[in-house]
């Protein structure tokens, strides 16, 4: 039998016509066609094509761009960590990314090109964590920020009453523990010498505590009589009983109900000084941790946001972290299902839920697994019952929601590990990014747990060298061995979570530049220290950035659009007066935003870059 085979001329002509018919369908259809944003990468990477030059929303190169950086080295945060010399933006996209002489194809007669003048370009910063709306209000009120001594508190509250002789109470914000070290508790007779006829309330910097005068004590009717409320502590005499003029956590709202209600005028008033400040810092999303639904002070915000989105006036993309009233139960949760469908609209998200699990570990009020050093018995304060957490973590991980906690000491973090644990169990595996912020003090054998049950480690790095805090009133209650296993970023980074960095401002800078410097570092940012706290917890500068860019993106839910420099992304843009990797870790914090791009339009700085 023979084998006849088909002659060249009659099978391989139309074959290759077939082909090139393909090839030409798939070019124009990359080129004109609207694809899906690049899809989401692994948890701490980005999405795929940084780097490519690929099309954007339906732009060919022949259309061009309305802007154009280039000749300056370009950090695009992608998956693979890459580098660019060009970046094109047509509306709120990023177009192109990728080499200088590939832009040239998107550079029409009306682009706007920048010369970067070597000067570096990232991806926006995010804030994991962050309080924009009382921090603005506490800058703008009696601010003790940045002050050093009881001196600098006496004399600025009395300034300021003199200026606001018609202000019913003196309200203000800043003060620092470690000033009344060793204790950290101050006392009223401070504020009465320089303030009798009116009550005077000033939060400490990290809205744990209160500082009141007597005037205050009696408006609210604070007697040594008084019981300690549920979640918190009234100060007081240790031989007299009386109280001193310091309220811990729920005890502070003994007063504040008796506070004139803070305006909406003041809200708005404060979140427009936070953004200004935020955008000048390079900060183009965030994430408020404290939104409370109820009451009438400054963190009652949805509003705010509502307000300042529908006027165009938000500068930044905002996911508010709904409070959880830890004096109710599963009845709030049908308000906090209405709360995200009336909020969730434009710049804004209403999509997370804030639960305070502890205090903090300077007055002792974090919960802690053995007791205080000198304090017989002391564990801190547990705000929610651990079996009843897992139940309200359960239900709002089954609603969709995801759960952003409050837990500095290491029983805190275990107990809100168990709660998402035991939701896991119940709902199932699904895509919730739950986080636990602050995470002081760690028992090492939860470490894992974070990678294993998929919950975000939410730092606040700033925090992590030797400061007075640390020195004076923290580690004096602690074993060395124990005290070894705070703010462990390098180990939680070598496990395999997801690590993500916020400021909690106005607790602290919200300057992320000051707070990767002490992530790479572990030294303050001021030379405050010279030797490293822990330094094999160091981390390097890729995943401080990372921990402020693509991975708080991935805590926003915003990684398919922001977070890193992508085609199809949101040109949330900003632009370093010098390049990270080309200076000592030392000079990180001196570095200067000299432009911020908010959907490729700026709102900080201009496109002049200075000159």
Same mark, same amino acid.
């Given at each position: 039998?023979?084998?006849?085979?088909?002659?060249?001329?009659?099978? $391989?002509?139309?074959?290759? /016509?077939?082909?090139?018919?393909?090839?030409?369908?798939?070019?124009?259809?990359?080129?004109?066609?609207?694809? *899906?944003?690049?899809?989401?990468?692994?948890?701490?990477?980005?999405?795929? +094509?940084?780097?490519?030059?690929?099309?954007?929303?339906?732009?060919?190169?022949?259309?061009?761009?309305?802007?154009?950086?280039?000749?300056?080295?370009?950090?695009?945060?992608?998956?693979?960590?890459?580098?660019?010399?060009?970046?094109?933006?047509?509306?709120?996209?990023?177009?192109?990314?990728?080499?200088?002489?590939?832009?040239?194809?998107?550079?029409?007669?009306?682009?706007?090109?920048?010369?970067?003048?070597?000067?570096?370009?990232?991806?926006?910063?995010?804030?994991?964590?962050?309080?924009?709306?009382?921090?603005?209000?506490?800058?703008?009120?009696?601010?003790?920020?940045?002050?050093?001594?009881?001196?600098?508190?006496?004399?600025?509250?009395?300034?300021?009453?003199?200026?606001?002789?018609?202000?019913?109470?003196?309200?203000?914000?800043?003060?620092?523990?470690?000033?009344?070290?060793?204790?950290?508790?101050?006392?009223?007779?401070?504020?009465?010498?320089?303030?009798?006829?009116?009550?005077?309330?000033?939060?400490?910097?990290?809205?744990?505590?209160? $500082?009141?005068?007597?005037?205050?004590?009696?408006?609210?009717? %604070?007697?040594?009589?008084?019981?300690?409320?549920? +979640?918190?502590?009234?100060?007081?005499?240790?031989?007299?009983?009386?109280?001193? +003029?310091?309220?811990?956590?729920?005890?502070? *709202?003994?007063?504040?109900?008796?506070?004139?209600?803070?305006?909406?005028?003041?809200? /708005?008033?404060?979140?427009?000084?936070?953004?200004?400040?935020?955008?000048?810092?390079?900060?183009?999303?965030?994430?408020?941790?404290?939104?409370?639904?109820?009451?009438?002070?400054?963190?009652?915000?949805?509003?705010?946001?509502?307000?300042?989105?529908?006027?165009?006036?938000?500068?930044?993309?905002?996911?508010?972290?709904?409070?959880?009233?830890?004096?109710?139960?599963?009845?709030?949760?049908?308000?906090?299902?209405?709360?995200?469908?009336?909020?969730?609209?434009?710049?804004?998200?209403?999509?997370?839920?804030?639960?305070?699990?502890?205090?903090?570990?300077?007055?002792?009020?974090?919960?802690?697994?053995?007791?205080?050093?000198?304090?017989?018995?002391?564990?801190?304060?547990?705000?929610?019952?651990?079996?009843?957490?897992?139940?309200?973590?359960?239900?709002?991980?089954?609603?969709?929601?995801?759960?952003?906690?409050?837990?500095?000491?290491?029983?805190? %973090?275990?107990?809100?590990?168990?709660?998402? *644990?035991?939701?896991?169990?119940?709902?199932?595996?699904?895509?919730?990014?739950?986080?636990?912020?602050?995470?002081?003090?760690?028992?090492?054998?939860? %470490?894992?747990?974070?990678?294993?049950?998929?919950?975000?480690?939410?730092?606040?790095?700033?925090?992590?060298?030797?400061?007075?805090?640390?020195?004076?009133?923290?580690?004096?209650?602690?074993?060395?061995?124990?005290?070894?296993?705070?703010?462990?970023?390098?180990?939680?980074?070598?496990?395999?979570?997801?690590?993500?960095? =916020?400021?909690?401002?106005?607790?602290?800078?919200?300057?992320?530049?000051?707070? /990767?410097?002490?992530?790479?570092?572990?030294?303050?940012?001021?030379?405050?220290?010279?030797?490293?706290? /822990?330094?094999?917890?160091?981390?390097?500068?890729?995943?401080?950035?990372?921990?402020?860019?693509?991975?708080?993106?991935?805590?926003?839910?915003?990684?398919?659009?922001?977070?890193?420099?992508?085609?199809?992304?949101?040109?949330?843009?900003?632009?370093?007066?010098?390049?990270?990797?080309?200076?000592?870790?030392?000079?990180?914090?001196?570095?200067?935003?000299?432009?911020?791009?908010?959907? =490729?339009?700026?709102?900080?700085?201009?496109?002049?870059?200075?000159?």
């Amino acid at each position: 039998m023979s084998i006849h085979l088909p002659q060249p001329r009659s099978w $391989w002509r139309p074959f290759f /016509i077939a082909l090139f018919a393909a090839a030409f369908m798939v070019v124009a259809l990359s080129t004109f066609a609207s694809p *899906e944003p690049p899809s989401a990468g692994a948890p701490g990477g980005g999405a795929t +094509g940084a780097g490519s030059g690929k099309m954007g929303r339906g732009l060919s190169s022949r259309q061009g761009a309305d802007l154009v950086l280039r000749g300056g080295p370009i950090y695009t945060m992608d998956a693979a960590r890459s580098w660019a010399e060009a970046i094109a933006v047509r509306g709120e996209k990023i177009v192109y990314v990728g080499s200088a002489a590939g832009v040239a194809d998107y550079t029409g007669p009306r682009t706007k090109v920048v010369d970067l003048k070597g000067r570096m370009v990232l991806p926006g910063f995010q804030d994991s964590h962050i309080h924009p709306v009382s921090g603005g209000i506490g800058y703008l009120s009696c601010a003790l920020y940045d002050l050093k001594s009881k001196d600098d508190y006496s004399k600025a509250v009395k300034e300021y009453a003199a200026k606001h002789p018609d202000k019913p109470w003196i309200r203000g914000d800043g003060w620092v523990l470690d000033v009344f070290a060793p204790t950290g508790i101050p006392h009223k007779s401070l504020l009465d010498a320089v303030v009798k006829d009116r009550p005077v309330y000033l939060e400490s910097s990290d809205g744990h505590s209160a $500082w009141v005068n007597s005037k205050a004590l009696q408006i609210a009717g %604070i007697t040594k009589e008084t019981p300690d409320p549920p +979640g918190g502590r009234i100060d007081r005499d240790a031989k007299t009983g009386e109280p001193v +003029g310091s309220l811990q956590d729920e005890a502070m *709202e003994l007063v504040t109900v008796r506070m004139p209600i803070v305006t909406p005028e003041e809200k /708005i008033e404060g979140l427009r000084y936070a953004l200004k400040m935020l955008n000048g810092y390079g900060i183009t999303a965030f994430q408020d941790a404290s939104v409370k639904l109820t009451g009438e002070d400054a963190y009652r915000s949805a509003d705010t946001y509502r307000t300042l989105d529908a006027n165009k006036q938000l500068t930044a993309r905002a996911v508010l972290s709904l409070w959880w009233d830890r004096n109710k139960g599963e009845e709030q949760v049908q308000g906090l299902i209405n709360a995200r469908h009336t909020y969730t609209h434009g710049r804004v998200r209403a999509t997370t839920v804030k639960i305070m699990q502890d205090g903090v570990m300077e007055v002792q009020t974090a919960a802690v697994l053995k007791p205080y050093l000198g304090k017989p018995g002391g564990t801190g304060l547990v705000m929610v019952d651990p079996e009843k957490l897992k139940g309200y973590v359960t239900r709002l991980d089954k609603e969709g929601f995801q759960v952003h906690f409050h837990a500095i000491g290491d029983a805190a %973090i275990r107990q809100c590990l168990d709660s998402v *644990e035991a939701a896991l169990r119940t709902n199932g595996a699904r895509d919730a990014r739950h986080h636990i912020s602050h995470i002081q003090l760690f028992h090492p054998s939860d %470490i894992p747990r974070f990678r294993q049950l998929n919950v975000i480690a939410n730092f606040q790095p700033l925090w992590a060298y030797a400061d007075g805090y640390v020195k004076e009133l923290t580690l004096p209650f602690f074993e060395p061995e124990r005290a070894r296993w705070m703010y462990p970023i390098k180990s939680l980074l070598d496990s395999g979570a997801v690590v993500a960095f =916020g400021s909690d401002w106005s607790v602290s800078s919200a300057n992320p530049l000051e707070e /990767i410097e002490v992530a790479v570092t572990r030294m303050g940012w001021e030379g405050q220290t010279t030797e490293p706290w /822990i330094p094999e917890e160091r981390i390097d500068l890729r995943d401080a950035l990372a921990a402020f860019t693509i991975n708080a993106a991935y805590v926003n839910f915003q990684e398919d659009m922001t977070g890193s420099i992508e085609t199809g992304k949101y040109a949330d843009l900003i632009v370093l007066d010098r390049n990270l990797f080309g200076i000592p870790a030392s000079q990180i914090s001196e570095t200067k935003v000299l432009l911020t791009l908010l959907g =490729g339009q700026p709102v900080h700085g201009d496109l002049k870059l200075g000159g």
